[in-house]
């Protein structure tokens, strides 16, 4: 299920592949300043208490950074028509069955019922993904405002096909997806030999995850229907889960020929292609996995299954909880942070686009991870002023006739101190991404350039950001929020 270029930034190898995502986790993610910084309660060692051995290794794919994009216009998808779906042959259908019981046994789960399992050729997927997107509400409509909502948060270039991005958003690129509202299991692959197992062993734990504790029902598959934080939270729960369990099936399951399958397997990037996706698509995709292994195995490591099994019954709140397991122990909940409707202000023509909240983690990929080559802060940076995070809501307007946007996002955080750090780490970005294009303001911090005007203010322990076409709609916005 689901959904680069600077020195020092070693999260983004541990981040792009699927297969190196389990390895790093067994390893403990020793040596990637992110998930060191995120000290967590009970790192696996090397030598994994959990694995037994290292799992297979990570590549280091050649990326093209997303500032090197050429202009281009994304066409109007034309559905082509969903492939007619073989049931597996004896062969397979035996072998299915024999995963789906070493997984019941992993896992300690037993299944309510059977699951549609297919194995689908590679160039049948699109049409698969395309007619499940559009059948529960989605549009590249809804895809374009999407990209509008990104590329004024500074997080991709107007480029970027997002249409895709959300198909591949349904799987998991290691090489297969599963649809908890229809309850169909898919293997990528022309044959079920040893990489089809360890993706159906991922796919199938899923599978049972769902007949338990209905993950259907959290309003995250197929689109979110809660704030994208929650959802991205919730996706890190289940895919941690899985993950861990595709980590125990090949240590315990897998025949020898199955284990050199995957020690050799090469998985892609994404499960459709993509030209040049910038690198918060790539980082942002793999979040779930990557710290969502790291949050199940800081669970496991407490309690084993029955303590992962009692985060069904709390779900996650926020990707900082999945970053920091001590806060979701202790209940730390988001801060609930106020959003005036800024139509009262801008007038006709302006339509909302988004009222949402980053979280933590999209905070971090703000400041580190851009679309903006040159505003990218060291990761570091990035890690330690997003750390304090305690809540945030932000919102985009956009006005057709013009294509301007206007942006209103507060962040309230831990301590006051915790604040003062974010807003010298934000001044730092937007003044490179606005070209220390400074202007006189009697207040916050301010920078105009290509027809944009942006400013910064900090209050107590929250951090006011506004951008808008000109001074003048962004100080009526700005009047909205009189304790700026």
């Known amino acids: 299920m689901a959904k680069p270029k600077k020195r020092g930034r070693g999260l983004l190898i541990a981040l792009l592949t699927i297969l190196g995502i389990v390895a790093l986790a067994v390893v403990g993610f020793v040596g990637f300043s992110f998930l060191q910084t995120l000290q967590p309660p009970s790192a696996v060692p090397v030598t994994s208490t959990v694995f037994g051995q290292v799992l297979p290794p990570s590549w280091t794919p050649t990326l ?198 995957v020690q050799n397997y090469v998985p892609p990037q994404t499960t459709l292609p993509e030209q040049y996706p910038p690198q918060y698509a790539l980082l942002d995709g793999q979040f779930p996995y990557v710290v969502g292994l790291e949050f199940v195995s800081s669970l496991h490591d407490t309690g084993n299954w029955p303590e992962v099994n009692r985060a069904y019954a709390r779900w996650p709140e926020s990707t900082e909880q999945i970053m920091h397991p001590e806060k979701y122990r202790a209940g730390e909940k988001p801060q609930e942070i106020a959003a005036p409707p800024l139509d009262q202000v801008l007038g006709e023509g302006w339509r909302k686009l988004a009222e949402d909240t980053l979280g933590e983690w999209t905070t971090y990929l703000l400041l580190g991870y851009g679309a903006d080559v040159d505003a990218m802060l060291e990761d570091s940076v990035a890690v330690s002023a997003a750390r304090g995070w305690g809540g945030d809501r932000y919102q985009i307007y956009y006005q057709d006739e013009t294509d301007r946007a206007v942006l209103a996002a507060v962040w309230g955080w831990d301590t006051a101190q915790d604040a003062t750090q974010f807003r010298q780490a934000m001044t730092d970005h937007l003044g490179k991404r606005f070209r220390g294009a400074e202007v006189d303001a009697p207040r916050g911090t301010c920078w105009q350039v290509n027809q944009q005007t942006t400013c910064l203010y900090l209050a107590g322990r929250q951090v006011l950001w506004l951008l808008a076409p000109d001074m003048g709609t962004l100080n009526l916005v700005c009047a909205l929020y009189p304790s700026f």
């Open 64 to 261: 093209t950074p997303s500032a090197t994009l050429a202009p281009s216009v994304t066409p109007t998808p034309t559905l082509t028509p969903t492939p007619t779906l073989v049931p597996p042959d004896p062969t397979m259908e035996a072998m299915m069955q024999r995963i789906e019981a070493e997984v019941s046994d992993i896992r300690g789960l037993d299944a309510a019922g059977p699951v549609a399992r297919y194995v689908v050729s590679r160039s049948a997927v699109r049409p698969i993904l395309e007619t499940e997107f559009l059948a529960n509400g989605g549009s590249q409509a809804e895809m374009d405002d999407e990209g509008r909502v990104l590329s004024a948060l500074g997080l991709i270039k107007p480029t970027y096909d997002m249409y895709t991005n959300a198909l591949n958003g349904l799987t998991d690129s290691l090489g297969g997806f599963f649809f908890p509202w229809s309850d169909q299991v898919y293997v990528i692959g022309n044959r079920f030999g040893g990489i089809e197992h360890f993706i159906y062993s991922h796919e199938y734990a899923h599978a049972l995850v769902d007949q338990t504790y209905h993950v259907d029902a959290q309003g995250v598959y197929p689109e979110c229907l809660s704030n994208s934080d929650r959802c991205q939270a919730v996706k890190a729960l289940v895919e941690g889960d899985a993950t861990l369990v595709m980590g125990l099936w090949w240590r315990q399951y897998a025949s020898p020929s199955d284990y050199q399958e």
